[in-house]
């Protein structure tokens, strides 16, 4: 069974405050995706990283992808509460039945 | 707005009914999938389609189904609903594949009753 394991769970901060959430496997994976789900709404697409050790940065938030690629993490700086919601990584794994495989989500809040 | 555009929003159904829930897309894409979203698993996929005319399972399959007439419109289909459906339902579309990160709809929350 492939597996892409999220953690935190379930994580709550004060505005101001950094964070970090850790994605990981024991599979390999060709890209990366992270995205940010809100209540009553689809998942939306924050990034997709591909090259392991790449990093890319969107505002406040930095992506890394593992330099074996059976990893990621996505750090927040400066928290806001518009950042409120379901992290959700998933990735296309390099073998295995199914090819895309999303984690289990962190739900973040974000309190003002 | 272009998009993924998935209906109905909820519905409730009572064991043994069918239904089918609608999702069309206009941005051409030739890739769309079914997903599954239960509290703490993550999601699941049901079904998914690589162009018009082929459609293959995913994950859970089990008590679906799904056609692609037309590159625009992938309907899923539940025969006999089980309270085990009970779910919320996302569409999504890809340009060409899995590397490309998907763009979903925003859902189809399902209670079987």
């Known amino acids: 069974t492939q597996l892409l394991e999220q953690s935190p769970q379930f994580l709550s901060i004060q505005e101001g405050e950094n964070l970090t959430v850790y994605c990981n496997s024991s599979s390999v994976f060709s890209s990366l995706q992270w995205y940010r789900q809100e209540p009553g709404e689809g998942p939306v697409l924050l990034v997709t990283?591909?090259?392991?050790?790449e990093v890319k940065k969107l505002k406040r938030l930095t992506f890394q992808f593992g330099d074996a690629r059976k990893d990621s993490s996505l750090h927040i700086t400066a928290a806001q509460p518009g950042d409120t919601g379901l992290y959700l990584c998933a990735g296309e794994v390099v073998s295995g039945t199914y090819k895309y495989i999303f984690g289990t989500g962190t739900r973040l809040k974000v309190l003002a | 707005n272009a998009g993924v555009t998935q209906t109905p929003k909820f519905r409730i159904l009572k064991i043994g009914q069918s239904m089918t829930l609608q999702c069309t897309q206009d941005m051409n894409h030739n890739y769309m999938y079914w997903y599954r979203q239960d509290p703490g698993m993550g999601l699941k996929l049901i079904y998914y389609s690589v162009g018009a005319g082929i459609t293959d399972k995913g994950e859970v399959p089990n008590g679906y189904n799904v056609s692609r007439s037309t590159t625009e419109d992938f309907p899923l289909r539940l025969e006999l609903a089980a309270p085990s459906q009970t779910s919320v339902y996302f569409c999504?579309?890809?340009?060409?594949?899995?590397?490309?990160?998907?763009?979903f709809g925003s859902g189809t929350r399902l209670t079987v009753v």
């Open positions: 990283v591909v090259t392991g050790g």
């Open positions: 999504a579309s890809s340009y060409k594949g899995l590397a490309y990160g998907y763009t």
